[in-house]
C-alpha cells in the first residue's frame, strides 16, 4: 500500500438536471420518486467511472474490494437513499452524521460482490464529510498555527483553527463560483479559462486545454474580476466605470474591451480568432453574482473568527 494515486476519473454531477444547487436537489428530493431519481443517477455515475478507472488501469471491478466516499451532507444522504427533505428545513438537521461501513452490492456499487463502501463522518447539516477529508489533506489536524481551509462551491465550507481546536461553518455561496448562472461560465474543462493576468499592455489568459477560450471557470472567475478591479475596470461597488474615465489610465488594448452586451456592460476576456467578435465576456450581471459569492464567504469567515476569540 504506497498510496499512489494509479488512475483518476471525474464527472459533472449528472443531478444537475433536478436542480443546479445543493437547495434545489433537496427540493425534489422531498418525494420518493424523487429522492429516488437523485439516488440512482448517482450511483450510475459512480459506477460509470469505477468502470473507467478499470478500463485505463486493465483490470475488473470485482479486482477492487474496498470504496470510500466523502461528499457534502446532502450526497451523503443521497448516496445512502436517507431523507433530505429535513436538509432544507429550519434548523437544517442531518438524518445521519455518523460513520457508515456497507455492503457496497447491496448499495449499487458494481466492485467486489464481497467489497465494502465506507463514508466518512458528517459535520452538520450543511457541512459534510468532504470538508472532514479536506481538513485531513490539508493537515488541520496537526497545525500548530492557525490556518483557514475554504471550500468554494454552491454551498461554501469553512474550516479555521489548530490542532487544539478546529470551528467550522457553511455558506450559502451560490453557483457562480462553479460556472453556474454566469454567461459564460463553466467546469475546469478544455476550453474554459482558469487564469487571468495583464500585462502593461493587454490580458494574459491560461486556458485549459492551451486551445481558444470558450468559457471561464470558477479560479478564472476570481481571477478576472480581481484584474478589472485592478485596473479600474471596475469601482470597489462592482459597478462598470466610465470607459472615458478610463482612457488615459489604461492602454487601448484594455479600453476595447469594455462593451455593451446584450444591454448591459460587459468586459471581453478573449475574441474569437481572426475576428473582433467576443467569444467570452463578463456582464454586469456576471459581477454581480461574483458579488454574492463573495459577501458569503466573507461574512462565513468573519464568523468563525469571531467565534474563536
Not at 53 to 80: F, P, W
Not at 211 to 228: E, N
Not at 247 to 261: D, G, K, L
Request: net charge neutral; hydrophobic share 40%; with cysteine.
Amino acid at each position: 500500500l504506497s498510496g499512489k494515486i494509479l488512475q483518476t476519473a471525474s464527472s459533472a454531477n449528472p443531478q444537475i438536471r433536478y436542480g443546479d444547487d445543493v437547495i434545489g436537489r433537496i427540493q425534489h428530493g422531498q418525494t420518493k420518486e424523487g429522492l429516488g431519481q437523485l439516488h440512482q443517477c448517482l450511483i450510475q455515475r459512480l459506477n460509470e467511472l469505477i468502470a473507467e478507472v478499470c478500463r485505463k488501469q486493465g483490470i475488473d471491478s470485482e479486482q477492487i474490494y474496498e470504496m470510500t466516499a466523502v461528499g457534502n451532507t446532502t450526497m451523503h444522504h443521497l448516496l445512502h437513499e436517507y431523507p433530505v427533505v429535513q436538509l432544507g428545513q429550519i434548523p437544517y438537521n442531518a438524518y445521519s452524521i455518523a460513520a457508515e461501513d456497507r455492503n457496497a452490492k447491496k448499495a449499487g456499487i458494481r466492485i467486489h460482490p464481497a467489497g465494502r463502501l465506507y463514508t466518512l463522518e458528517n459535520i452538520a447539516g450543511f457541512v459534510g464529510s468532504d470538508t472532514v477529508a479536506a481538513a485531513l489533506a490539508a493537515g488541520l489536524d496537526t497545525a500548530k498555527q492557525v490556518c483557514l481551509l475554504v471550500d468554494i462551491g454552491t454551498n461554501g465550507e469553512l474550516v479555521l483553527g489548530t490542532k487544539d481546536r478546529l470551528v467550522s461553518a457553511s455558506c450559502a455561496a451560490g453557483p457562480a463560483l462553479e460556472g453556474a448562472r454566469i454567461l459564460f461560465g463553466s467546469r475546469a474543462e478544455d476550453g474554459a479559462i482558469q487564469r487571468v493576468l495583464t500585462n502593461d499592455q493587454d490580458l494574459i489568459l491560461d486556458v485549459i486545454g492551451s486551445i481558444p477560450a470558450k468559457t471561464i471557470c470558477g479560479s478564472g472567475l476570481i481571477d478576472a474580476v480581481a484584474t478589472m478591479l485592478d485596473l479600474g475596470v471596475i469601482g470597489s461597488n462592482g459597478g462598470f466605470s466610465e470607459k472615458k474615465t478610463l482612457e488615459s489610465r489604461v492602454s487601448q488594448s484594455i479600453t476595447e474591451r469594455i462593451i455593451e452586451y446584450r444591454g448591459q456592460p460587459a468586459f471581453v476576456l478573449a475574441w474569437k480568432e481572426s475576428s473582433s467578435e467576443p467569444s467570452v465576456v463578463l456582464t454586469q450581471k456576471d459581477i454581480r453574482e461574483v458579488q454574492l459569492a463573495k459577501a458569503a464567504i466573507s461574512t462565513g469567515i468573519r464568523l468563525l473568527l469571531k467565534t474563536m476569540h
